[in-house]
């Protein structure tokens, strides 16, 4: 079954753009201080610790591989290995929400963003946080 997030108005926005949106949220790391990258991703939102500053390469990578292999050339990080083949019906519907939120956050909205997560890859993650030198703004 094809993914449903694919086809939702927030996804193709995404997908249609060739520049970075703005306000894209930084990565959660995972218990294993890995990138959590999220179905369909295709433009880098590492944020510099020291800085907070997002990744000036804001170009559009071809794709989840080529952004994964910058994330490992430029920032130093690995990525949590991805949900391989067809997503279930939970983790589709908040892929969808995360591409929701960041059209809301790229219009101005002051929306927090979590990365969905495979359930499984949360019982197996006590640790979750998010990267040290991203305070949240108020
Ligand atoms: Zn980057």
Redesign the pocket.
Known sequence: MPSVYRSTPAFLWYNATSERPAGLPNYEIDGLGRVVMVAGEVF?R?HSAETGRI?T?SHRWSSLGALKK??RD??KVAAAPSSAGSLSSAHDQKTADFYHDLKRRAEGEDVASSTPRKPQAIANDAALFTVPGQAKKT
């Open positions: 880098c590492f990744c390469d910058h994330l430029a920032h």
